[in-house]
Nanobody, 123 residues
């Protein structure tokens, strides 16, 4: 019922930028908060960002504040995450995820997931 297609990963040098996309449905954007998570090799998946379906407020983990920006384009049924000033430690598989009501407010209980897109930051 809730389907998410994430894309936009690739390989960049430190300091570079990428924009990830999470395409979903109109109904999903209306009722689900959408977040981005990442899984760094050897570590558990961690939350990166979130955007609320109710008021559009955004949330970021401390490690990406000031560098990453999550946004939504309702006309395209898509949530984006622009990543700037990328660092090698940002290398991970990135997943978008959806959380329905009752909302945590920060995507901490997301339950639907995209397939993931690889981001590699290296010299």
């Amino acid at each position: 019922q809730v389907q998410l297609v994430d894309s936009g990963g690739g390989s960049v040098q430190p300091g570079g930028s990428l924009r990830l996309s999470c395409e979903t449905s109109r109904l999903t954007l209306d009722y689900y908060d959408i977040g981005w998570f990442r899984q760094i090799a050897g570590k558990e998946r961690e939350r990166v960002s979130c955007i609320s379906s109710t008021d559009g407020t955004t949330y970021y983990e401390d490690s990406v504040k000031g560098r990453f920006t999550i946004s939504r384009d309702n006309a395209k049924n898509t949530v984006y995450m622009e990543m700037n000033s990328l660092k090698p430690e940002d290398t991970a598989v990135y997943y978008c995820a959806a959380e329905g009501p009752p909302y945590s407010g920060n995507c901490s209980i997301a339950e639907y997931w995209g397939q993931g897109t690889q981001v590699t930051v290296s010299s």
